[in-house]
């Protein structure tokens, strides 16, 4: 809720939205070139990054609980003139699903292999996080139980 100050006094809600939302976008645009800075890019391009992964990523955010991160996935998929996809029920996001948290390293290992402003990328050189959330994956695989079709011959 919006907590009442001076400013309310002798603004107009125009002026207290407009100025919310102009500051809001300040803050967005620092996010994104921190990110950037550290190597991260490709929301744009859908060949590199999915609607299902900013919908997977958008989801997570919200229950991380920071607002930057929520609105500047929703404006990735926003620019890409798409909707928020429902996940949940296609083995995207299911927090108890051990499935799913290996296909999550996997996926974030492949995007990251394939962003083109990555070092390692330009360079054709192993990236040695996307190494590490692969062998993450597999040992989470290894110590998965086997489905009870695959436990006799």
Not at 82 to 111: P, Q, S
Request: proline share 3%; with cysteine; charged share 40%.
């Amino acid at each position: 809720m919006w907590k009442k100050s001076v400013m309310d006094n002798y603004c107009s809600d125009k002026v207290i939205d407009e100025t919310g939302i102009d500051n809001f976008a300040i803050v967005m645009k620092e996010k994104m070139a921190t990110a950037r800075e550290k190597g991260r890019s490709g929301w744009h391009d859908k060949n590199l990054c999915s609607n299902e992964y900013l919908s997977q990523l958008l989801r997570e955010h919200v229950e991380k609980g920071d607002p930057i991160d929520v609105a500047n996935l929703c404006m990735m998929l926003e620019m890409r003139n798409e909707r928020i996809k429902d996940v949940r029920h296609e083995g995207f996001v299911r927090h108890e699903d051990e499935t799913d948290i290996v296909f999550r390293l996997r996926k974030r290992a492949e995007i990251r292999r394939q962003i083109p402003t990555r070092k390692s990328v330009q360079e054709n050189k192993p990236d040695r996080i996307a190494d590490l959330l692969e062998e993450a994956a597999d040992e989470i695989e290894k110590w998965r139980p086997v489905p009870l079709e695959k436990k006799c011959c």
